[in-house]
């Protein structure tokens, strides 16, 4: 692209609100659910929302092959490109990797990548520096930090650092509004990474918005909270917020949405379902909001039996 | 295979005493060396060391294609078979992929494998127990525990579960020799994953030995070490065990083995070499324990630009 | 797609008359060189041309790995596919590796894709049937007989049982305008796959058109040949259409392209360039028609140290 | 290796007399049978044979992956290498693949690979030798000749001209005796890719052997056969030997180990099996040399619905 494009494709990027990190529908088989993807993304689009992460640690980037997961990436830009931006997770641990898949990403139309530290594996500053100039340099891209997935934190003088990259959107940051709060006092650009603390991260701390997991239940309500300061609402999805992140994540959004009827209750390991009464609580919480969850006719407590595990796909 | 003989390799594996999680040397292309990777394993074992990782966290399988990862199993077993255990690290945080790797590993004839529990990804408890007795019906392994680097600790009932299982050898177990004690005391088989508490979880704490990183470089103390308690010997050790760890392990490591001549100074990103300061503290250290590292004629201080980074291979 | 979307698709690239397989041109390590791609298919369409195949056998999809080749399909959907019809040469000899590559290229938006019968490994006239069947379900397809290459005819009486699939677009048939005459006359349509018979199979065998590998260099000639009879121009051109082939395709072409200044001078091997002799009188053909060989401004013989060979990337 | 060694271990391989193209079996899911295969590679070493080609067209190389081909290399050296040679089909038309292929292979430790010309995209003669040199130079290696399956006749003068780098090992060549006379009338080593010629190719042109699909079913004949003149036995298993090839290999072979009860009646697509006229005339075959079927406890005339056609595995 030329640079001007590019600076303003960057300019635009950085201000999206409400990113969705959205889930990715399987099959019986344990293979993509195009249409159930699609009927997914569209009343996202629908409910306001202005990004997606394809492929996040929601979507279960990290259980696909890096050809269905470049896959994914192009079906998207392809079918809803014009109307969403579509960052696709072409992070990885591994330097080559990260850069193969993002080099691809970005040959495919995506318009940003999520790019994490090098997590498991880890490295030093030095490291850190070199892999994200790395992937920097392919494209725009919105850096992640969440130290209870990657075993290791970024640490501040490293942001400081690779912010000044042309092609740096922000940080998607999971360690707490007053983290946020001190990137974005020193014109760090960030989205917070954690539903429940959102509203005031946006509002009070500096955030342009969140990456949400929630939004992809209920993407109106989500919107509604990072359009306007919402204290009372925020409150209200107080209880959803916790019970969505009770089990790893996307353990509960799986579970959820298969309850909803929006996607076949199929898991690849190794996730499994919720527990029973895990389930019994999320389906009061999620009928009590029923109207603002798009597609749903209906919550159903859904017994053991009727959920598949795919080890092999 | 037949069952007594499964029965006879789990009851030999489980009394492993110095098993090293071996270095994978490089070629200036990024590709490996396997000259030097054969050297480096012939005197393991020419030092008493007793069985090898394959593509562990130390030897970067996190960085392989998983063909070349199940090339250098096969490689080791054609070469070392007889000679030492061959544990093949294919555990992955994606169950699919752990299942395909294990069962291609065990078909090129490794002994056993290395089992991570999801890491970045996560799971439940429940998820645990699905992924863990999954890759444990392939055959014989050890589970490795390390929630500095997965994000997430194998809780204690996980272990207690699983442990019954009859192709469980024990743990690889990082979080200090009080976890060891309790579940030696339990009868649950442990390996040290540290260095620096080896010396104590063999002796006092009820562990068969240690899964080390230090073995790649003085094989021979190591294996005195677990041999029979030597209080004053592992002392002298301290800071050269402090010293492998100032970074991320690998890093220290392949620093190490560069500076004594043994490997090319190849990193694979996002891997990069320590600092000028941190190589001088460790060539001093190297230096006096030169007569111990086998195949090494001199340590030296290696400059910043002698080092090979390679982020596409 | 609702059916009679898949429908109006059929009936629209049934009717596709010039249909360039696109080189793929490469950078100086070998990978994909997308910008001069890129430019190279934007004067196609420029000119006329209304379909591309994509990593055909000109294209070099037999050197590609799957994630580039289904790569390189998105990345033409995504930037050309509302002003061409593009057609992923998605097939192979092994039935698995033809589904899972149709499918993809599908998902991310390809319109039609390009089938061959099982080369090399060969099969049965029962085996023919069920691997069109299966990969014609997948979407619509144009099917390519080229025995020369596969070692195997695909016979008469295999095409009349295939041709009656919904998805069944037509023949691409390098065995000569008799058989094209033939197949014509009972209601399968056909692309003929030779440049130098391509004007007499539109014109009065009854073809709808030709899959060109000589409209990569004249894109608006070749569009004339098809667009009305024209048995100067035809005759015009025979040498051209004969130096093309003086070694198995694209050998002439990339030597051409390259010599024309419209691509980097990179060959994956085993191709290698022509001949210095074969380059001078490749030369003189191209300059006779340089003013219709778009973005050239001059052929140049090059020299054998300025060619690149790229075996391993 | 040491050259000494690589000098005699050419010399040994040369001198091969029966190599088995071993067939692949596969389980229900279409993956691999490696205990049927197993139990096959033993009963061809009790009868005899010396040589194994791993994942040739025989063993359905084109439809494996390379992890699972250089995997099932890699478990054959392990089983079996200090009892017979093991030489891998690492060979592909794309350069790129064959060499690093090729590199695995050895690096698993097979001795010898078989090294085809680029099948179906074809290429010059410069593009020959630089194809062949490249893997000539990875190790020891056999050229096969097959046109028919290729497209492409490997030309007499590349053969003469490769035929003197130190790790050919000779021709596997299927277009007839007089080739193989005057080949071997100039010093080229020669195995027939023929079964119904091996007989005479060996005893009266001049091979060393024969490289055989026929040996699968009965390896102690085909021993006989290349031990000592034997025209009787030789025109006895005329009709054997045309049976075998009634469709294309391994169509027939197969569709004859299934029905001998020595392999699960498991197709990867796109073979599938003979016809059920085909199949009678194969069992009355077949059952009169039941005594030297090894393994074989009888042989079945098998119905359509016994079979299993995998497309996806």
């Keep these: 692209?030329?640079?001007?494009?590019?600076?303003?494709?960057?300019?635009?990027?950085?201000?999206?609100?409400?990113?969705?990190?959205?889930?990715?529908?399987?099959?019986?088989?344990?293979?993509?659910?195009?249409?159930?993807?699609?009927?997914?993304?569209?009343?996202?689009?629908?409910?306001?929302?202005?990004?997606?992460?394809?492929?996040?640690?929601?979507?279960?980037?990290?259980?696909?092959?890096?050809?269905?997961?470049?896959?994914?990436?192009?079906?998207?830009?392809?079918a809803f490109g014009d109307k969403i931006a579509v960052i696709g997770n072409t992070g990885s641990n591994s330097t080559r990797e990260a850069l193969h898949a993002t080099e691809q990403g970005f040959a495919v139309g995506m318009h940003a990548s999520l790019q994490i530290n090098p997590y498991y594996g880890k490295t030093s500053k030095a490291g850190l520096l070199n892999h994200f100039n790395a992937v920097l340099n392919e494209g725009p891209a919105i850096v992640y930090n969440v130290p209870g997935r990657t075993g290791q934190d970024i640490p501040d003088d490293v942001v400081l650092d690779i912010c000044s990259h042309s092609n740096f959107l922000g940080m998607k940051e999971c360690t707490g509004n007053p983290r946020i709060k001190n990137y974005t006092s020193k014109g760090v650009n960030c989205w917070s990474g954690n539903d429940d603390e959102s509203h005031d991260a946006?509002?009070?701390?500096?955030?342009?918005?969140?990456?949400?997991?929630?939004?992809?239940?209920?993407?109106?309500?989500?919107?509604?909270?990072?359009?306007?300061?919402?204290?009372?609402?925020?409150?209200?999805?107080?209880?959803?917020?916790?019970?969505?992140?009770?089990?790893p994540n996307p353990i509960a959004l799986n579970t959820a949405l298969a309850m909803c009827g929006l996607v076949r209750p199929v898991f690849r390991l190794p996730y499994v379902p919720l527990s029973r009464a895990q389930r019994e609580k999320g389906a009061a919480l999620l009928t009590a909001v029923q109207e603002h969850i798009p597609g749903c006719t209906g919550v159903r407590v859904m017994e053991d039996h009727e959920f598949i595990l795919v080890g092999r796909h």
């Design 202 to 247: 946006r509002h009070t701390a500096g955030a342009v918005g969140v990456i949400s997991v929630t939004s992809n239940v209920i993407p109106g309500l989500m919107h509604g909270l990072m359009a306007a300061p919402d204290a009372a609402t925020n409150a209200s999805l107080k209880e959803l917020f916790s019970w969505l992140f009770c089990e």
């Design 1 to 78: 692209l030329p640079a001007s494009e590019t600076r303003s494709t960057v300019d635009r990027l950085k201000k999206l609100r409400l990113i969705t990190a959205v889930k990715t529908p399987y099959l019986a088989n344990g293979k993509f659910d195009l249409p159930a993807y699609d009927a997914l993304v569209s009343r996202q689009i629908e409910k306001g929302v202005e990004g997606l992460i394809v492929g996040g640690t929601t979507g279960e980037g990290h259980l696909m092959s890096w050809d269905e997961h470049v896959m994914l990436i192009a079906h998207t830009v392809n």
